[in-house]
C-alpha cells in the first residue's frame, strides 16, 4: 500500500483540540509547549479552553491547526517508532496545511513553521480592511462554470477561483461586492448552492499580495531543507523537493488558488491508495469524493493512532 499523510487547512480548528492527544502523551505536550515558546503565547491553553472567537483568529488558528497534526505525528514517529520516510510516499497540505507538511517533512523546523504561521495569519488578515473581501462556497457547480461565474461577477474587482476542493465544491474570494454578484451568476450556471462563508479575510486571491510580500521577506531569511519526502504543492498540484522552489511557491500560494482536487488526483495517479489525515477530520471525506478507490482516514487521538499502527 502507498500511503500519503495529508494536512489540515483552516476552518479545521476548533476549541478542545489536541487535549485528549496532550493528556495521554508526553510527547504531544512537548510539542505544544514548544510552540508556546516560539510564540511567546500560551496557545496550547486557548487551544483548549478558547474562547472559540480568539481561536479562529487567523493569527491563532493557523499555528494551532499545525500544532496539533505535528503533535500527532511526533506521537506516532516517537512513541510508536515510526519512520515517517519509509512508511510515507507523499505529504500534502491545504493551504497552511502546505506549512504542516513541509515541517513534518524536515523543511522546516517545529518553532520555525508556527513563527511563520503565525505571521502568515497576520500578514492576511491586516492585507484587507474588514468587510472589504469575502468568499462563497459554491456546491454542486462544476470548476469550469465556477470560474466562468468569478470571472462574470468581478467586473472591475477581484473574484476567482480560491480553493478547487472537490467536484462539485469550489470556493470563490475576492472584494464582498464581486463576490455577492457571483453568488446568482453560479446558480444560473447550475450550482445547487452558493452561500457566503464566515471568514475573516478573502484569502488566495490577489488582494492577499501585500501578505504574499511579506511572507517573501520571511521566507528570504531562512535557510530550507529538502524535505525527506516529496510534498505535493498547492500552486501546481505536483510533487516537490527542490527547497529553492518550495520557498517561491509558498509565496505564491498566498495569493494562487488550493488546487486540492488536482493534487488528490495526482497522488492518486502516482500510486496512493491511502491517505492519511493529521489532526481533523476535514480532508479526508474530500478525498473520498475525488477519487473513490482509495482508503482515505483521519488520526486525531491515541486509538486512532493505535488502529493505524495494527494497520501498519
Known sequence: MTRAFIFPG???????????????????????????DALGQSLFRLMCDGPEDAL??????????????IATLRVMEREGHMDMASKVAFVAGHSLGEYAALCAAGTFDLATTARLLKLR????????????????????????????????????????????????????SGDAAAVERALPIAKALGARKAMILAVSAP???????????????????????????????????????????????????VTAMVRWRETIANMHAAGVDQF???????????????????????????????????AL
Do not use: W
Open 203 to 253: 484569502f488566495h486571491c490577489a488582494l492577499m499580495q501585500p501578505a504574499a510580500d511579506r511572507m517573501a521577506e520571511a521566507l528570504a531569511q531562512i535557510t530550507l531543507a529538502a524535505p525527506s519526502v516529496p510534498v505535493y504543492a498547492n500552486v501546481t498540484a505536483q510533487p516537490e523537493s527542490d527547497p529553492a522552489v518550495i520557498a517561491t511557491l509558498l509565496v505564491e500560494q
Open 276 to 310: 492519511v489525515e493529521l489532526g481533523a477530520r476535514v480532508l479526508s471525506p474530500m478525498v473520498k469524493r475525488i477519487v473513490d478507490d482509495v482508503d482515505a482516514s483521519s488520526i486525531i487521538e491515541m486509538n486512532d493512532i493505535e488502529a493505524l499502527f495494527a
Open 56 to 69: 479562529t483568529l487567523t493569527e491563532n488558528a493557523q499555528p494551532a491547526i499545525m500544532a496539533n497534526a
Open 121 to 172: 495569519g497576520q500578514a492576511m488578515q491586516a492585507s484587507v480592511s474588514a468587510g472589504q473581501g469575502a468568499m462563497a462556497a459554491l456546491l454542486g457547480i462544476d470548476f469550469d462554470n465556477a470560474v466562468k461565474a468569478a470571472a462574470e461577477a468581478a467586473q472591475d474587482q477581484v473574484c476567482a477561483a480560491a480553493n478547487d476542493n472537490g467536484p462539485g465544491q469550489v470556493v470563490i
Open 10 to 36: 483552516q476552518g479545521s480548528q476548533k476549541v478542545g483540540m489536541g487535549r485528549a492527544l496532550a493528556a495521554a502523551s508526553p510527547v504531544a505536550r512537548e510539542v505544544f509547549q514548544e510552540v508556546d
